[in-house]
């Protein structure tokens, strides 16, 4: 008897299956919902992704909704497999279950046991995404010829000077209104959500996966790296494919993509600069927080002693209680799509937090529950390692701690706003302005090999000028800017 493949919510595409007829397990475990407040239109992707999935395997699939996947699993009999899971509780959960068996890992490019042997090579100092990514590139064969140069970061037009087509539309369904109507019910009986109910705006299929990256491959890819770096109140997708959900519910497999970039590269449909950050991005950046995660096990903040609470108007992604621009922008873009593409979570979402010593692992939390492509092995790395400067030991990285300044040249954020960027003290100081320099006073002694911290320290290092906007920043406190 061929034993019966689960596929977890993380694993939906294709590529988790090996034959046409092999039978599958699906569970909605309710549990996962009501332990911590996820988005609600996270919990409706998943939810919908799980169910389309049932259905197009038909009478293949068994479905189970129950409290947990425990109490799923004794419902079974026969033997049942599963590819090996995306988190540490999920492995964990599987090897405790007698009689499931665990599968290598699908939906990666890099074997565990290359990056293993790739990162023993450099055991004596930080692991760098720059030189996995090399490696990745000669191992794999992709874009095999010499280097081309650095793509250029260009400030972003208005919407109406350049449009892209926008992708192929999304058309909820029968299933995507049970969906809604059940988290309804859900949500009365006291499970809670944050942000808003909103139209599905992701794919929860393969197919409306592979139409989206076909769009993208040939109507924004060309334009990827003349938007990829900057942010636009006009535009929050420019030319971003928003298909990192789709990667991460395993809609879509990223070998072929990185296949399907390279191609439009060599048939001339997309310039090289514009390919290989998109490229990086799946096979660089991608593969190296999965494998990070694996690799270094548990990740304990090593960088400084961040303890103060998300206050609650973030938490809660309160958009309208703030008025500096760029953060309201972007907290309502959370708020209303759990989505922005990742320049407003480094620059605005993260800098800010790292400006004002939040807690690193509630902030990866919150990237985890409140954007539909949040999961353990990518937020781990990038809030508290990258974000957050908080893993140096064993990874390298730097600050991503920018002022007011920084953000207006990036961004059309500032034009309209109340703050001035260039400002740090008095009414109408920028908020990441003050941040910024409150961030380089603290933390003066870590930046010292930093050398671009190094001289904006130098630069501003005036004791006057460093007690008054130290003084400044704490009456402000945690009230929103």
């Known amino acids: 008897m061929s034993p019966r493949r689960w596929l977890l919510a993380d694993q939906l595409g294709p590529h988790f299956l090996d034959d046409s007829d092999q039978p599958v397990l699906l569970i909605e475990a309710r549990e996962l919902f009501r332990r911590r407040p996820m988005h609600r239109q996270k919990a409706h992707l998943i939810l919908s992704a799980l169910r389309h999935r049932a259905a197009e395997l038909g009478d293949r699939a068994v479905l189970l909704r129950t409290g947990t996947f425990r109490e799923a699993l004794d419902q079974l009999t026969g033997p049942v497999e599963v590819c090996h899971p995306h988190s540490r509780v999920g492995l964990r959960f599987a090897r405790s279950v007698p009689g499931l068996a665990v599968l290598p890992p699908r939906g990666f490019v890099t074997s565990q046991a290359d990056f293993a042997a790739w990162a023993e090579q450099r055991r004596r100092g930080p692991l760098r995404m720059v030189d996995f990514y090399r490696h990745a590139l000669r191992r794999h064969g992709v874009l095999a010829t010499s280097a081309g140069g650095a793509p250029a970061r260009r400030r972003p037009r208005s919407a109406a000077a350049q449009p892209l087509p926008p992708p192929p539309p999304l058309v909820e369904d029968e299933i995507d209104v049970q969906v809604r109507r059940d988290l309804d019910r859900w949500a009365a009986d006291g499970v809670r959500f944050v942000g808003r109910d909103g139209p599905r705006r992701h794919p929860a299929t393969h ?69 290989e950050p998109f490229i990086r991005g799946l096979l660089g950046w991608r593969e190296f927080l999965w494998q990070l995660y694996w690799y270094l096990g548990p990740r304990r903040a090593g960088g400084p002693a961040a303890t103060e609470p998300l206050p609650e108007w973030f938490a809660e992604l309160d958009a309208d209680a703030v008025e500096a621009r760029c953060l309201a922008d972007v907290l309502a873009a959370v708020r209303d799509g759990a989505w922005t593409h990742h320049v407003p979570r480094l620059l605005v979402l993260g800098n800010y937090a790292l400006q004002r010593d939040w807690c690193p692992t509630e902030l990866a939390d919150w990237f985890r529950r409140s954007f539909v492509d949040g999961t353990d092995w990518v937020m781990n790395a990038t809030v508290v390692g990258m974000s957050q400067y908080a893993d140096l030991p064993r990874v390298d990285t730097r600050p991503y701690a920018v002022d007011g300044s920084d953000i207006d040249e990036i961004s059309d954020y500032c034009t309209g706003c109340r703050y001035v960027p260039e400002r740090a003290l008095g009414d109408l100081a920028c908020p990441y302005t003050g941040g910024f320099e409150t961030f380089l006073f603290r933390n003066r002694e870590r930046l010292v090999g930093d050398p671009r911290l190094a001289a904006e320290l130098a630069r501003r290092d005036d004791p006057e000028h460093r007690e008054a906007v130290l003084a400044q920043e704490e009456k402000r406190g945690s009230t929103p800017p």
Do not use: C, I, Q
């Open 207 to 275: 197919a409306e996966a592979e139409a989206r990256l076909t769009h993208f491959l040939a109507h924004r890819l060309p334009e990827y790296d003349r938007y990829a770096d900057v942010m636009s109140v006009h535009d929050p997708l420019l030319a971003h494919s928003a298909l990192s959900s789709s990667f991460n519910l395993g809609l879509l497999d990223p070998a072929p993509a990185v296949r399907a970039a390279e191609k439009a590269w060599r048939d001339g449909a997309a310039p090289r600069a514009a390919v």
